[in-house]
């Protein structure tokens, strides 16, 4: 049975940093792909950032690029997400996804995290 456990969240004042960690648990995190999406109450949830099953490859929603830095550490099952420069619109429950897949589209991963909520005062 795959599970993911998200940690990281919290209450931080815009321009400060956040880092959420991802421990992934019945595959190993070098045979899955993995993701972090993001959801406001009464919204969709939306893509942040995905990286590939070996870790060389990632890709961000436009508003994060260059403050956001997902990245995994496969020896420990565990994918991150740094987030610097954080903006009050940052705010969001984030939760992590696993799949094969290479992809930012939430349909396609099989395997997510119950979340932790990140909020960002201004």
């Known amino acids: 049975q795959v599970q993911l456990v998200e940690s990281g969240g919290g209450l931080v004042q815009a321009g400060e940093s956040l880092r959420l960690s991802c421990t992934i648990s019945g595959r190993p995190s070098s045979s899955v792909a993995m993701g972090w999406f993001r959801q406001d109450p009464g919204k969709m949830r939306e893509f942040v950032a995905t990286i590939n099953k070996g870790g060389e490859l990632a890709s961000y929603r436009d508003s994060v690029k260059g403050r956001f830095t997902v990245s995994k550490d496969n020896a420990k099952n565990t994918m991150y997400l740094q987030m610097n420069s954080l903006k009050p619109e940052d705010t969001a429950y984030y939760y992590c996804?696993?799949?094969?897949?290479?992809?930012?589209?939430?349909?396609?991963?099989?395997?997510w995290g119950r979340g932790t909520q990140v909020t960002v005062s201004s």
């Open positions: 996804a696993a799949d094969y897949l290479y992809t930012d589209d939430p349909r396609e991963y099989s395997y």
